[in-house]
T-cell receptor, first 115, second 115 residues
Framework: AQSVTQLDSQVPVFEEAPVELRCNYS??????LFWYVQYPNQGLQLLLK??????LVKGINGFEAEFNKSQTSFHLRKPSVHISDTAEYFC?????????????FGAGTQVVVTP | DTGVSQDPRHKITKRGQNVTFRCDPI?????LYWYRQTLGQGPEFLTY????????KSRLLSDRFSAERPKGSFSTLEIQRTEQGDSAMYLC?????????????FGPGTRLTVT
């Protein structure tokens, strides 16, 4: 069994400040890791993914995340946020042994960027 | 490439009625997923199709739920005898497999309200 925990349900942040969204997972098998963003009344959009290789992955819109196997974490960061980054962010895990890509999502972190 | 589309975007129904949602995936994608998202939670996997074959169903998918993908293109999700607990956002996603198995592209969702 696997689980995904997003440690913060809401993160308020000022414009141009850095932000970090925390994600921890548990799994008995090796996993792939993802961050998705959901803007109001829209579907989810893939921000970035870790499948293998370098543990620091860069995604769209200036986001990056670091896979830490020993701490079973995959925290998302952005050095300077914009108002347009206000959205809900979901961490997701997929088992590398799956042949068809089923994802398990965390509960989400709402990011609210204020001027 | 017009993205994943879902219809309707919103559905309000009375308890006990049947509802059907449609998902049109990206045209060359042979894999299609349905997820359910309730308020304050991340998406939860419901079912998965590879072409027209339904290969996996979650225990969340009770006997009142049925999904089809008759020609391996669009898919429908039907809920019979709706209950208030069925109120949620129903998300559809598709992927092409072939090394991009985990790049799931989501539609905007169908928000169901059962009164």
């Amino acid at each position: 069994a696997q689980s995904v925990t997003q440690l913060d349900s809401q993160v308020p942040v000022f414009e141009e400040a850095p932000v970090e969204l925390r994600c921890n997972y548990s799994s008995s098998v090796s996993v792939y890791l993802f961050w998705y963003v959901q803007y109001p009344n829209q579907g989810l959009q893939l921000l970035l993914k870790y499948l293998s290789g370098s543990t620091l992955v860069k995604g769209i819109n200036g986001f990056e995340a670091e896979f830490n196997k020993s701490q079973t974490s995959f925290h998302l960061r952005k050095p300077s946020v914009h108002i347009s980054d206000t959205a809900e962010y979901f961490c997701a895990v997929g088992r590398s042994s799956d042949s068809w890509g089923k994802l398990q999502f965390g509960a989400g972190t709402q990011v609210v960027v204020t001027p | 490439d017009t993205g994943v589309s879902q219809d309707p975007r919103h559905k309000i129904t009375k308890r006990g009625q049947n509802v059907t949602f449609r998902c049109d995936p990206i045209s060359e994608h042979n894999r299609l997923y349905w997820y359910r998202q309730t308020l304050g939670q991340g998406p939860e996997f419901l079912t998965y199709f590879q072409n027209e074959a339904q290969l996996e169903k979650s225990r969340l998918l009770s006997d009142r739920f049925s999904a089809e993908r008759p020609k391996g293109s669009f898919s429908t999700l039907e809920i019979q005898r709706t209950e208030q607990g069925d109120s949620a956002m129903y998300l559809c996603a598709s992927s092409s497999g072939q090394g991009k198995l985990y790049e799931q592209y989501f539609g905007p969702g169908t928000r169901l309200t059962v009164t």
